[in-house]
């Protein structure tokens, strides 16, 4: 699954919108309610997600034929906390490597 783009970019764009779940759930809720404060943990693997994600993205881009609007649609989605799964939803069809042509013998 991680060989091909579309792959990489699913693996790590659920795994970005999970962390970003998580850090508003369990960083917030339990900084407030108690001592333990894993916001900045917590924040720190979001953002080497949400760089990675980003880095997946531009490389689905490339290797996948996006036009701009899905690439600004696939940035956007990463913003709201339920965005990612959501774009994964909606764009099963973009997210599909092209077949390569058979060979002509």
Known sequence: MLSTASGRFKVISIAEG???LILLVFG????RISDIN???????LHAVLFILYL?????A???L????KTTLL???AAIPPFGPFVFDYKMKHKLVEP????AAA
């Open 18 to 20: 999970c962390s970003f």
């Open 28 to 31: 917030s809720l339990l900084s």
């Open 38 to 44: 894993l916001v900045m943990p917590l924040g720190l």
């Open 55 to 59: 880095l997946a993205m531009m490389d």
């Open 61 to 63: 881009r490339t290797k």
């Open 65 to 68: 034929s996006w036009d701009n």
């Open 74 to 76: 696939a940035f956007v």
């Open 99 to 102: 077949t390569p042509a058979p």
